[in-house]
């Protein structure tokens, strides 16, 4: 493929279809417009299915999202990816992680890094961060913990909401003020945060190992069922490309277009499902009937019958 000049207009994700394909959608377009034109006829739409390329090994879908603590691009996209995440409910496990990176040339003053043991470990990127990255990791430690604390409490809800508190936090550049107002908000148990953060500098190392094996150039990111999300970080996107994750499509996966017509061509899938099982069941009687008469009909073949038939002339009488 070139460039004819117009690259730059086209955004990600972008799907690339034949001319007669294109032609098709346009003239069911036209005639959905031109039957809508009439008050009395029966409304007309067109939806277009789009599948993401996702692997789907069972009916969960395993998703993650890589984020910098403070960074307002990734704050954005976890309040707006809330509500969908509700939706999906119990099918879709979502865990966090914080972008972390050691250093061996930072040094104790660097205002990005913080020592843990031996070793310095930095914020991730932190040209969009509202605080230094060393603020950023503690703050993403204490995130980090309302998760393991709370991941098995409705779906990790309380995270989700904490992490929509942070967002509030944004004009007191998290301060810790700010945060220790949230812990109070939501009731967060502060015995189990300092149990948790006893193990910061595990969590810290964790974290650093995986982000650099995980081979994801920016951040935020999202993985999902272990690969990379590569468009535009938006949450119906995401929340599309979840769906595409799943063996069997959940109800809240189908678009509401097709939900609000009963299904395919009008026809609800419930009574799909009751069609095609009702006429397997034909099948197998129609099957079992068939090899019926053929078990029968082998050992009761009428035998070959030799017999006579006699023709009696009636005798005329003299005169």
Same mark, same amino acid.
């Given at each position: 493929?070139?460039?004819?000049?117009?690259?730059?207009? &086209?955004? &990600?994700?972008?799907?690339?279809?034949?001319?007669?394909?294109?032609?098709? @959608?346009?003239?069911?377009?036209?005639?959905?417009?031109? #039957?809508?034109?009439?008050?009395?006829?029966?409304?007309?739409?067109? *939806?277009? @299915?789009?599948?993401?390329?996702?692997?789907?090994?069972?009916?969960?879908?395993? %998703?993650d999202?890589?984020?910098?603590?403070?960074?307002?691009?990734?704050?954005?996209? &976890?309040?707006?990816?809330?509500?969908?995440?509700?939706?999906?409910?119990?099918?879709?496990?979502?865990? $966090?992680?914080?972008?972390?990176?050691?250093?061996? %040339?930072?040094?104790?003053?660097?205002?990005?890094?913080?020592? %843990?043991g031996n070793?310095?470990?930095?914020?991730?990127?932190?040209?969009?961060?509202?605080?230094?990255?060393?603020? !950023?990791? !503690?703050?993403?430690?204490?995130?980090?913990?309302? %998760?393991?604390?709370?991941?098995?409490n409705?779906?990790?809800?309380?995270?989700?909401?904490?992490?929509?508190?942070?967002?509030?936090?944004?004009?007191?550049?998290f301060?810790?003020?700010?945060?220790?107002?949230?812990?109070?908000?939501?009731k967060?148990?502060?015995?189990?945060?300092?149990?948790?953060k006893?193990?910061?500098?595990?969590? *810290?190392?964790r974290?650093?190992?995986?982000?650099?094996?995980?081979?994801? $150039?920016?951040?935020?990111?999202?993985?999902?069922?272990?690969?990379?999300?590569?468009?535009?970080?938006?949450?119906? #996107? *995401?929340?599309?490309?979840?769906?595409?994750?799943? #063996?069997?499509?959940? !109800?809240?996966?189908? $678009?509401?277009?097709?939900?609000?017509?009963?299904?395919?061509?009008? &026809?609800?899938?419930?009574?799909?499902?009751?069609?095609?099982?009702?006429? *397997?069941?034909?099948?197998?009687?129609?099957?079992?009937?068939?090899?019926?008469?053929?078990?029968?009909?082998?050992?009761?073949?009428?035998?070959?019958?030799?017999?006579?038939?006699?023709?009696?002339?009636?005798?005329?009488?003299?005169?």
């Amino acid at each position: 493929m070139i460039d004819d000049g117009v690259g730059l207009s &086209i955004a &990600i994700p972008t799907v690339i279809i034949t001319k007669e394909a294109g032609d098709a @959608l346009r003239k069911a377009v036209l005639d959905a417009e031109e #039957n809508n034109k009439n008050p009395t006829n029966k409304k007309q739409f067109v *939806v277009l @299915l789009v599948d993401f390329e996702m692997d789907n090994p069972d009916n969960r879908v395993e %998703y993650d999202i890589w984020y910098t603590s403070g960074d307002m691009a990734a704050l954005n996209y &976890i309040k707006s990816m809330k509500s969908y995440n509700e939706k999906l409910g119990k099918d879709a496990l979502m865990t $966090p992680h914080m972008v972390v990176r050691s250093c061996s %040339y930072c040094i104790e003053t660097d205002t990005d890094c913080r020592r %843990y043991g031996n070793t310095m470990y930095c914020a991730g990127f932190t040209h969009n961060l509202e605080i230094t990255g060393r603020d !950023s990791l !503690s703050l993403g430690v204490e995130e980090l913990c309302v %998760y393991d604390i709370y991941k098995d409490n409705n779906n990790a809800e309380k995270w989700w909401v904490f992490m929509q508190e942070v967002y509030n936090c944004k004009d007191q550049k998290f301060s810790q003020d700010c945060i220790e107002g949230i812990y109070d908000n939501l009731k967060i148990d502060r015995s189990m945060m300092l149990t948790c953060k006893y193990k910061e500098a595990e969590m *810290v190392e964790r974290e650093a190992e995986n982000w650099m094996t995980s081979g994801i $150039p920016y951040t935020p990111a999202i993985v999902i069922n272990n690969k990379v999300f590569r468009g535009t970080l938006d949450a119906e #996107n *995401v929340f599309k490309a979840i769906c595409a994750g799943f #063996n069997v499509t959940p !109800s809240v996966c189908i $678009p509401e277009e097709v939900r609000a017509s009963g299904g395919f061509g009008g &026809i609800g899938f419930t009574t799909i499902l009751m069609i095609i099982v009702l006429v *397997v069941l034909l099948n197998v009687v129609f099957i079992y009937l068939y090899l019926s008469l053929i078990h029968i009909s082998e050992p009761t073949r009428p035998l070959y019958i030799s017999y006579a038939v006699f023709c009696l002339k009636k005798k005329k009488k003299k005169k």
